[in-house]
């Protein structure tokens, strides 16, 4: 097949950015070598790009990396929107889903309708919080002065984050405990739980235990260094079928993660659900298929074919 392959025109020099290259050097490498002919587009603000290059070449199947659009996560539903308009099959979840997820405030609705249980709204008491962008991923803005107690600090901070990130921020309750991912496959309302893994937080006693912005990216740090990936045994039935209830509820399909907190009485909640995670050879989610002896082009060819049901 034909297979174009889009993703976003890396803005910036954060990592988070930059790993967007990676994906779709190491995308396009499992692509061929399932025989596929491969194209690339980087996009930018506008659908203009998408729809002149379709216009011009004869695509079967679009391998979607876009992860921001018009400078928002909230936005980057309107790019598998466009495709589902034009029928062209797409990998990964759909524009109705996408919505849904990337909006976290909406997805904390959804959960509460679904009665999937999740971190406390945030209200005035003396509970601890942490604040979060609404509508951002990989963990920007999120570090350990996220974490804050008091009505009056928690509604300082969401105005600090706002102002240095020039996006919207809220509090949610902050959960202490273990940090827990699932990765799962498939066609909606059919998922393939992939594995449960444990980030280990190897911290000096009072720091928070976080996958905030430098656990995620920066290399060298102290908490990228010091934190690791546990895979979990069969005890945690109960996490995977959480899981699978965000999956079925959000609407999913392709592929997603569904990331979680575990206080100390086993009390598990849905922090998000992140649909089109990332696929780079490093990450948790290519090493759970990996467990399984799902090689990385199997799992590409088997996000294809998904794609194409």
């Given amino acids: 097949m034909n297979i174009l392959i889009i993703y976003n025109s890396p803005s910036s020099e954060r990592q988070d950015d930059l790993d967007t290259l990676v994906q779709v050097k190491e995308v396009k490498q499992g692509l061929e070598a399932n025989e596929h002919r491969v194209h690339e587009l980087a996009l930018k603000d506008s659908l203009n790009d998408l729809a002149n290059y379709l216009g011009l070449h004869s695509i079967d199947f679009v391998f979607n990396l876009v992860e921001s659009f018009k400078g928002s996560d909230q936005f980057i539903y309107l790019i598998p929107a466009y495709l589902e308009a034009l029928k062209i099959p797409f990998s990964g979840n759909g524009s109705r889903a996408l ?93 393939e739980v992939l594995g449960i893994s444990e980030i280990v937080f190897n911290y000096p006693e009072g720091k928070p235990h976080i996958v905030d912005y430098n656990c995620k990216w920066t290399e060298g740090s102290f908490e990228y260094e010091n934190s690791t990936r546990e895979f979990l045994g069969e005890e945690y039935q109960f996490v995977v079928d959480l899981a699978r209830k965000s999956w079925d509820a959000f609407g999913l399909k392709g592929y997603a993660r569904v990331d979680f907190r575990l206080n100390a009485h086993n009390e598990a909640y849905v922090l998000e659900v992140n649909p089109n995670p990332c696929i780079t050879s490093d990450s948790g989610f290519i090493a759970a298929a990996d467990r399984l002896g799902i090689s990385y082009n199997q799992l590409i060819d088997k996000i294809v074919k998904i794609g194409m049901l």
């Fill in 99 to 191: 919505a849904l997820a990337a909006d976290k405030k909406i997805a904390k609705s959804l959960m509460k309708s679904f009665a999937i249980n999740h971190p406390a709204d945030f209200k005035e008491d003396d509970k601890t919080y942490i604040v979060k962008a609404c509508a951002e991923d990989a963990s920007i803005g999120i570090d350990e002065k996220s974490i804050v107690q008091g009505t009056s600090l928690v509604l300082k901070k969401i105005e600090e984050k706002k102002n240095e990130y020039g996006f919207d921020f809220f509090a949610e309750e902050f959960i202490e405990g273990r940090e827990l991912q699932v990765g799962l496959i498939g066609a909606e309302n059919n998922s």
